[in-house]
């Protein structure tokens, strides 16, 4: 991974637990931001693992409950399944948290720690533009009943076009690859149509005209 790469996902982890100060964001050191990323993987495990312990729980009850009608199975075989997505998201998840910080320490440490917090600076600084731009561009959502994973690949996003000079494809490339890693099944389908909107929007272009 290039050491930008690995900044924008520093970035998104350790995004909701730092400073909303800017001065004290530029304090951060890089093994507080790698700290502040791993705390957030660790609560997601844990909270997605409570989750498919729940649905595979649900789907015993109804299995024992059951008459074996039809119903009864198949709705279990759906919490079951469900269940069993859960825990293999909450592994993936573990795997992520063990190379973070392999590649950071790979990599030239200096730029991932620059550039991580310009991004969450900038996250900082124009929240507000940054959440009127993306909600602009959603089409029957609120940008606030999002995943807050998605949100924050969005926002992240729409800094780097915005306040970062990257260009467009490239920040859409990138907010894609991350919520293949971390998103749901089809969130990266949604953040690059979401992306491609603000894009259009930015750029002053009228779909279908």
Do not use: C
Not at 53 to 63: G, I, T, W
Not at 64 to 84: F, N, P
Not at 115 to 143: A, C, F, G, P
Request: proline share 2%.
């Amino acid at each position: 991974m290039l050491p930008q790469q690995i900044a924008r996902e520093l970035a998104l982890l350790s995004h909701s637990q730092v400073s909303s100060n800017s001065e004290k964001i530029s304090s951060y050191q890089l093994q507080d931001l790698v700290l502040a990323a791993i705390r957030t993987l660790t609560a997601e495990i844990n909270d997605t693992l409570e989750t498919a312990a729940a649905e595979l729980k649900r789907a015993n009850d109804r299995l024992l409950t059951s008459d074996t009608r039809s119903a009864d199975v198949d709705s279990a075989k759906v919490m079951l399944k469900e269940g069993i997505e859960l825990t293999q998201t909450s592994i993936n998840r573990v795997g992520m948290s063990l190379q973070l910080p392999e590649f950071i320490q790979l990599s030239n440490q200096k730029t991932v720690r620059e550039y991580t917090l310009l991004i969450l600076s900038k996250l900082k600084e124009h929240r507000e533009e940054i959440d009127e731009l993306i909600s602009s561009s959603l089409v029957n959502w609120q940008l606030n009943r999002l995943p807050k994973i998605d949100s924050d690949i969005l926002r992240i996003a729409v800094a780097e076009i915005q306040y970062l000079g990257q260009p467009h494809q490239v920040a859409i490339n990138e907010a894609v690859e991350l919520a293949k890693r971390y998103s749901g099944e089809d969130g990266y389908r949604f953040i690059n149509g979401v992306l491609r909107r603000v894009s259009d929007q930015l750029k002053g272009v009228v779909r279908g005209a």
